[in-house]
Nanobody
């Protein structure tokens, strides 16, 4: 069974930085691509960023390119999302998800394992 636990969310001001984390409890963590998705109030869940198995392949939504960086530490079975220059529109619950896909896909249907989420609020 794959379990994902997010942490690090909080309330920040516009322009601030924040790093959120996702720890995956699963043997062979390096076999999984991991992604971050977010869901803002009254909006559909959307893709944010994904990282491939080795950490060298990444994929970002246009809305976060240049501001967010996804990374992984296979020794710690963890994935991180460094968020810089935060905007009020980044306010959402951020979920990490894992997939055995060979590529860091943006497709939600390819991720069968999901965490409960961590809330990020950005004030103007």
């Amino acid at each position: 069974q794959v379990q994902l636990v997010e942490s690090g969310g909080g309330l920040v001001q516009a322009g601030d930085s924040l790093r959120i984390s996702c720890v995956v409890t699963r043997r062979f963590f390096e076999a999984y691509a991991v992604a971050w998705f977010r869901q803002a109030p009254e909006k559909e869940r959307e893709f944010v960023a994904a990282v491939g198995r080795r950490g060298t392949d990444t994929n970002y939504a246009d809305s976060v390119k240049g501001r967010f960086t996804i990374s992984r530490d296979n020794a710690k079975t963890a994935v991180y999302l460094q968020m810089n220059s935060l905007k009020p529109e980044d306010t959402a619950v951020y979920h990490c998800a894992a997939s055995t896909s060979s590529v860091p896909s943006s497709r939600q249907d390819l991720y069968p394992y999901w965490g409960q989420g961590t809330r990020v609020s950005v004030s103007s």
